[in-house]
């Protein structure tokens, strides 16, 4: 039999605001790789985790991993479209906006010295470019599958498509880092 604080710890470990906690971190991860764009990134986590909380707070806390990164993922389409109806307009008009920059990230731990620091960084925008290397499908089944740990029917779910299409969109992504990370191994 649990105390009153175990049911009250068990409860918040099961509830909506612990999983928006959990994920925060690697879903502003996974968009700052897909936009290439800090504040576009964390906007985009935001939209998703109001939507979320919005629409989907009532579904069993096991639906809200698939449907956290099917929103988060229609945010970011989102976001690339305005942005291409926005350069459209601002070549049209003569101007030129190059808003492209690379991730931007520090480790969250600075006890570490400058040598490892510095790979870290390196490492991290190697994996940040080779996974923008990938076409988008690749990527975001790679990011789902084995960054955020989804199973296949899950990422399926999120990505809407079927568990084969997940299957050899993951096989593709892993061979293709392979390749353009062997310096890394």
Known sequence: MMDGSAQTTLAYEQSLPAFLAGIERRAFRHAEIALKHREDALDAVQDAMLKLVQRYADKPAIEWSPLFWS????????????????SVLVAWMGSSHDDDEGPVWEPADP???????????ESYRALSTALHALPRRQREA???????????????????????????????AMEALRRQLEDWR
């Not at 929103?71 to 926005?86: G, M, N």
């Open 142 to 172: 790679y990011q789902l599958r084995v960054l955020e740990g989804l199973d296949v029917a899950d990422t399926a779910r999120a990505m809407g498509c079927s568990e084969g299409s997940v299957k050899t969109h993951t096989s593709r």
């Open 111 to 121: 006890a570490p010295g400058p040598a490892r620091i510095h790979s870290d960084r």
């Open 71 to 86: 929103v988060l993922r229609s945010r970011i389409t989102d976001i690339r479209r305005r942005r291409r109806v926005r």
